[in-house]
């Protein structure tokens, strides 16, 4: 088996503690995406199992099915009578151009827009790939970008290992750590059933990856309060995304909005954000503001392209990043097909997720120790290349298909109606995966803890 969980616990300077994995079979990909979901997923527990071991003296421990694991990566949600709304927009995906593929991403009405403004305006997808079909790829991608926008033309993987922003992103380490002076007195409050009891984390994240991570935290007790701006939606995840959560909106633009934000942070023990790298400093948000308004805080944060180089505050999202990094090119001579062929799940986002979940946690149990917040800084990209130079492998039998067995006793109320969610991917003993709130809309909860 491609070993994944060495490397990121390395990351993590999580013990090198064997984990146990259930079940055979992968998600059919040229890439180990199945032993990535794995190995992310049993690297948060085991960071769950250090937290324990350190506050109680007893190790729990931990187990991946790698079959539920492969199917959370996809969705765990099972509406019962409803459907989820479609997860893309209309328009957006891959497209040849003149000289080579490019993938327009346009889920979000003003990103479809600045796709728009360069290609001008169209119904549906014959109309966009007609006008596409004139651009030279290179030129296209630095376009819509210039515009607000976010598209990537596909590129081998030797191609971004020459290329500015692949050659910053293999300096960078997979989780970058650093430690706070600014400190804190937060006793534990949780149990071994409940971890993390008592901890407040404030999600800035959208879309996937960050959500996985508050997501994970949520189902371990922790109090988690999602805060989006005024009219930012994503139907076709929220319901996915939003379990165990509560969600309410901010305007950080006004200043009634940063005052309320202000107030909730000084309350927090954990703080995710996805924001470029460059947003949050031009609203006046930096590490250092951080600790200075929250003490012993831990902030892990998330962006597409990596933290260093030309793309550092570049618009990505996972497909994006395939893309760019070799891995759709990759998956398309695996195929012998003519066209892009990315991974079968979202598994960069939904990784990443759980490696920031783990590296949320480990700064706690640092914190636990020496009262000294912490930081982590996570990227889609450096997590691409952690899936790539692993290697291509070869094909595995197809994973057991799902059965109703597969879904949890309990039916979830969400908004939108009642639903099952599947079992629980990761075993932690004696500390289970379970959630106190259904998945609800964006901005259904108050600002307040």
Request: net charge neutral; hydrophobic share 45%; glycine share 8%.
């Amino acid at each position: 088996m491609t070993d994944l969980l060495t490397p990121i616990q390395a990351a993590l300077d999580l013990p090198h503690t064997p984990l146990t994995l259930t079940e055979a079979g992968a998600l059919p990909s040229t890439f180990a995406v199945t032993e990535l979901a794995a190995a992310s997923l049993g690297a948060a527990g085991q960071a769950v199992a250090q937290l324990i071991q350190q506050q109680t003296g007893r190790l729990p421990n931990v187990s991946v099915d790698r079959r539920l694991a492969s199917f959370w990566f996809a969705s765990s949600l099972r509406p019962l009578g409803w459907q989820v709304p479609p997860l893309w927009d209309p328009v957006a995906g891959d497209y040849p151009s003149a000289d080579g593929w490019i993938r327009l991403h346009t889920n979000a009405p003003h990103h479809r827009a600045a796709a728009e403004r360069v290609l001008g305006q169209v119904a549906e997808r014959k109309a966009m790939a007609a006008k596409v079909a004139a651009w030279n790829a290179a030129e296209l991608e630095q376009a819509i970008v210039d515009e607000g926008g976010c598209a990537a033309q596909m590129r081998t993987w030797q191609a971004w290992q020459a290329h500015p922003q692949g050659l910053a992103v293999n300096a960078e380490a997979l989780v970058q750590r650093q430690t706070f002076d600014a400190t804190t007195d937060q006793p534990w409050l949780g149990s071994v059933a409940r971890p993390l009891a008592g901890i407040r984390v404030l999600d800035l994240t959208r879309v996937l990856a960050g959500p996985v991570a508050s997501r994970f935290l949520a189902g371990l007790g922790a109090d988690v309060l999602r805060i989006d701006a005024p009219t930012w939606n994503e139907p076709g995840v929220v319901p996915e995304m939003t379990l165990g959560k509560r969600c309410a909106r901010l305007d950080l633009k006004t200043a009634q909005g940063r005052q309320v934000f202000e107030a909730l942070l000084k309350d927090a023990d954990i703080l995710f954000h996805g924001y470029r790298a460059d947003a949050l400093e031009h609203l006046g948000y930096t590490a250092s503001e951080w600790q200075a308004l929250a003490p012993g805080l831990i902030d892990v944060s998330l962006n597409a392209y990596g933290w260093s180089g030309p793309w550092r505050n570049r618009r990505g999202f996972d497909s994006l990043v395939q893309m760019s990094s070799g891995i759709a090119d990759a998956g398309m001579a695996w195929k012998h097909t003519d066209k892009p062929v990315p991974l079968p799940v979202q598994a960069l986002d939904h990784a990443t997720g759980y490696l920031m979940a783990a590296a949320a946690i480990q700064a706690l149990s640092e914190r636990l120790k020496t009262r000294r917040g912490g930081s982590a800084r996570l990227s889609l990209a450096r997590t691409a290349r952690l899936l790539m130079e692993a290697g291509q492998v070869p094909e595995q039998p197809a994973l057991r298909a799902e059965t109703a067995g597969d879904q949890g006793l309990l039916v979830e109320q969400t908004a939108w109606g009642q639903a099952h969610r599947l079992l629980a991917p990761l075993s932690i003993s004696g500390s289970p995966l379970q959630w106190d709130l259904p998945a609800g809309e964006l901005g259904s909860h108050r600002a307040q803890w």
